[in-house]
């Protein structure tokens, strides 16, 4: 294979840049850019300081530390270095070029990773956690893809499919000696066997979406009448979060997106520019605009105005909110209520109304609790075990789920035993699809092609 090398370090100016190098030709390209202070023989986990030079010229380039990894204890198995230089564009991209000029290839997009899962120090499931995360939103996700990358989850999911294996080997057995005493215990332990496997996955999709949310935040959009307090709900919250992670504008029409995070719920609030827009006295949110903006949400966070009587409006918009995922928060707390809190509550549910003030930012902390609820369930699923929260390994997990309740039945309508081997080998190889134990060269291509160079 040959010699790969790119900037693993963000672009930008920061304090250092680190350049990172793989390959059997490692050590020779090193040795004839880097002039270390004092020479010494490699050895592995160590690090040289020195000067990297233009190899032609002579001329130094940056003052350097170099730290050496020996094959195969390195992130990819193979030689490697990382050229801790200072930070800054040029400097970085000179470094690269030297060496690239002597004999290394740019690095693709997570090239790293894939020769660290290629070689077999990794499996694909912890591949993908590294680039989840790179990707990383939010901390909740953070700290899940650490856990992924640990091998929870891969651990989980091969314990499954190695289940399912054996289920088809006690099968296979009875197909080629159909004793009937092995075929009475083998139905049994076969049908229990293929149960478990099936509740295991029921549970593992069940908090996908959870994972999903982790991931990519719940998508919320606030809806209300003008002059119930949107914007100033809006800026409440934005206030009271932890870290603002980016808002930017869409460059198509005025929507811009703000995300936040919430206790530990990220947030995505859609299509606040309207919100923002009230401000500007530009123009008022009304009921039509509310309903668009409904379609497109996870959950629709409906303000009201405590201190007046419900009015048409109101109601068309409760209306609309009606059957989809929402919470009603009764604004303006501090002013004397006139609404009926209670019929409210019998109309959404109990727990789904919340009194509130943007103003005072009374009541806040009750609407982040209620979320952390509403997407984690209880306490436990938060601490708990590791949530799938790639698409593609919730979308495998399902097909696998489904041949496996296609084996049930089959097992359940006395089908010949061959049947229930092809509907289980269907799932186990999904579930190999998930781990990389069954996968096609193109599938990991496209993978780790997702990734950012360097990693
Ligand atoms: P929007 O049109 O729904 O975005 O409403 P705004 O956030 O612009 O609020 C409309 C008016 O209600 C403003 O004068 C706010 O100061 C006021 N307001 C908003 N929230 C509260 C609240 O909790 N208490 C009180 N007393 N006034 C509020």
Same mark, same amino acid.
């Given at each position: 294979?040959?010699? +790969?090398?790119?900037?693993s370090?963000?672009?930008?100016?920061?304090g250092?840049?680190?350049?990172?190098?793989s390959?059997?030709?490692? $050590?020779?390209?090193?040795? @004839?850019? $880097?002039?270390p202070?004092?020479?010494?023989?490699?050895?592995? /986990?160590?690090? @040289?300081?020195?000067?990297?030079?233009n190899s032609?010229?002579k001329?130094?380039? %940056?003052?350097?530390?170099?730290?050496y $990894?020996?094959?195969p204890?390195?992130?990819?198995t193979?030689?490697m270095?990382?050229?801790?230089?200072? &930070?800054?564009?040029?400097?970085e991209?000179k470094?690269?070029e030297?060496?690239?000029?002597?004999?290394?290839?740019?690095a693709?997009?997570?090239?790293f990773?894939?020769?660290?899962?290629?070689? &077999?120090?990794?499996?694909?499931i912890q591949?993908?956690a590294?680039?989840d995360i790179?990707?990383s939103?939010?901390?909740?996700s953070? @700290?899940m893809?650490?856990?992924?990358? %640990?091998?929870q *989850?891969?651990?989980?999911?091969?314990?499954?499919r190695?289940? =399912?294996?054996?289920?088809?080997v006690?099968?296979?057995?009875?197909?080629? /000696?159909?004793?009937?005493?092995?075929?009475?215990?083998?139905?049994?332990?076969?049908?229990?066997?293929?149960e478990?496997v099936?509740?295991?996955l029921?549970?593992?999709?069940?908090?996908?979406?959870?994972g999903?949310?982790?991931? #990519?935040?719940l998508?919320?959009?606030?809806?209300?009448?003008p002059?119930?307090?949107?914007?100033?709900?809006?800026?409440?919250?934005l206030s009271?979060?932890?870290? +603002?992670?980016?808002?930017?504008?869409?460059?198509t029409?005025?929507?811009i997106? #703000?995300?936040?995070?919430?206790?530990s719920?990220? =947030?995505?609030?859609?299509?606040?520019?309207?919100?923002?827009?009230?401000?500007?006295y530009?123009?008022?949110?009304?009921?039509?605009?509310?309903?668009?903006? *409904?379609? @497109?949400?996870?959950?629709?966070?409906?303000?009201? %105005?405590?201190?007046?009587?419900?009015?048409?409006?109101?109601?068309? +918009?409760?209306?609309?909110?009606?059957?989809?995922?929402?919470?009603?928060?009764?604004?303006k707390?501090?002013?004397?209520?006139?609404?009926?809190?209670?019929?409210l509550?019998k109309?959404?549910?109990?727990?789904?109304v919340?009194?509130?003030?943007?103003?005072?930012?009374?009541?806040?902390?009750q609407?982040t609790?209620w979320?952390?609820?509403?997407?984690?369930?209880? #306490?436990?699923?938060i601490?708990?075990?590791? /949530?799938?929260?790639?698409?593609?390994?919730e979308?495998? !997990?399902? #097909?696998a789920?489904?041949?496996?309740?296609e084996a049930?039945?089959?097992?359940?309508?006395?089908?010949?035993?061959?049947?229930?081997?092809?509907?289980?080998?269907?799932a186990?190889?999904?579930m190999? !699809?998930?781990?990389? %134990?069954?996968?096609?060269?193109e599938i990991?291509?496209?993978?780790?092609?997702?990734?950012?160079? &360097?990693?």
């Open positions: 294979m040959s010699t +790969i090398a790119a900037i370090t963000a672009p930008g100016n920061a250092i840049g680190i350049i990172r190098l390959g059997e030709k490692c $050590f020779e390209i090193i040795e @004839k850019i $880097f002039v202070k004092k020479k010494s023989p490699v050895v592995g /986990y160590s690090m @040289k300081y020195g000067k990297i030079i032609q010229t001329e130094v380039i %940056d003052e350097v530390l170099v730290s $990894f020996v094959a204890k390195s992130y990819t193979e030689n270095c990382e050229i801790n230089s200072h &930070g800054g564009t040029i400097i991209h470094i690269l030297e060496c690239l000029k002597n004999g290394a290839v740019l693709e997009p997570g090239e990773t894939k020769r660290a899962f290629l070689n &077999g120090r990794i499996d694909l591949a993908e590294v680039m790179i990707k939103r939010s901390e909740a953070l @700290k893809a650490v856990r992924q990358q %640990d091998g *989850l891969s651990k989980k999911i091969k314990g499954l190695r289940n =399912l294996l054996d289920i088809v006690n099968l296979e057995a009875v197909i080629d /000696y159909p004793e009937e005493d092995i075929e009475e215990i083998t139905f049994n332990t076969v049908s229990e066997g293929m478990r099936k509740q295991e029921e549970y593992l999709l069940k908090h996908a979406h959870t999903k949310i982790l991931r #990519e935040g998508q919320t959009v606030i809806v209300g009448r002059n119930v307090g949107k914007s100033s709900l809006l800026n409440a919250l009271e979060e932890r870290a +603002i992670v980016s808002e930017y504008a869409g460059t029409r005025d929507v997106e #703000e995300q936040l995070l919430l206790g719920v990220p =947030l995505v609030l859609v299509d606040t520019a309207g919100i923002r827009q009230t401000e500007d530009v123009e008022k949110i009304g009921v039509a605009r509310s309903k668009e903006r *409904l379609d @497109k949400a996870e959950l629709a966070v409906v303000v009201l %105005d405590g201190s007046q009587t419900l009015n048409e409006e109101d109601e068309e +918009i409760l209306n609309a909110v009606a059957g989809k995922p929402c919470v009603i928060i009764v604004n707390g501090d002013r004397p209520q006139v609404n009926d809190l209670t019929a509550q109309r959404f549910g109990k727990d789904r919340l009194l509130l003030s943007a103003k005072t930012g009374g009541g806040l902390e609407f609790a979320l952390q609820s509403y997407v984690y369930g209880s #306490e436990h699923a601490s708990g075990g590791a /949530y799938v929260q790639n698409t593609r390994h979308n495998l !997990l399902r #097909e789920l489904l041949s496996v309740e049930i039945r089959a097992a359940a309508s006395m089908l010949p035993y061959d049947c229930l081997v092809i509907d289980l080998h269907k186990i190889d999904a190999g !699809l998930i781990t990389g %134990d069954t996968l096609q060269d990991i291509n496209e993978i780790f092609s997702k990734f950012c160079v &360097g990693k």
